[in-house]
């Protein structure tokens, strides 16, 4: 019989790899400083979003933002609770980043359990990081991130 392991080095070992796609992806947003020069969609996502968050709240709903509006608004209020001289498409670019990190982490766990190695998932993470559409929209206040987030959690 397998003996069931309470404490593992692979643990570890990946959550240190999921730690360090969360910092690789929040510095390259933090560094480049630049979150609306591909689209102004990130500009006209705040002002929805800032009806969720700042006061007064007159929430607003457009159709096709239906659920990115309020979830994205309370995560701005948790922003604002804790760093309030950032404006809100900034914040939207550090949580789009967060998320993009988050799919990476997914794409690398559903790598693992289609019994790739450690090597293998590895590299196929960071070539998804490597695209270009990846990184524009990682560090844009784009509502595509968050999407594609819960569409490879869904898989």
């Known amino acids: 019989k397998r003996k069931l392991k309470l404490f ?59 659920l990115y509006n309020p979830m994205m608004g309370f995560i701005v209020k948790i922003f604002y609770h804790f760093q309030s001289d950032l404006k809100i498409y900034q914040i939207l670019s550090l949580v789009n980043s967060f998320f993009g990190a988050m799919s990476l982490i997914v794409l690398f766990y559903g790598c693992r359990k289609m019994k790739m190695s450690n090597f293998m998932s590895f590299c196929v993470s960071f070539s998804q990081l490597a695209l270009a559409a990846f990184l524009v929209n990682l560090s844009n206040a784009d509502d595509i991130i968050p999407g594609y987030f819960f569409l490879s959690f869904s898989i």
């Open 8 to 66: 593992s080095f692979h643990w570890i070992k990946d959550c240190f790899f999921g730690f360090l796609l969360i910092v690789i992806c929040l510095s390259y947003t933090i560094w480049q400083d630049r979150v609306n020069v591909n689209t102004y969609d990130g500009v006209y996502n705040s002002i929805g979003v800032s009806s969720w968050a700042l006061p007064p709240f007159e929430r607003w709903i457009m159709p096709d933002h239906a």
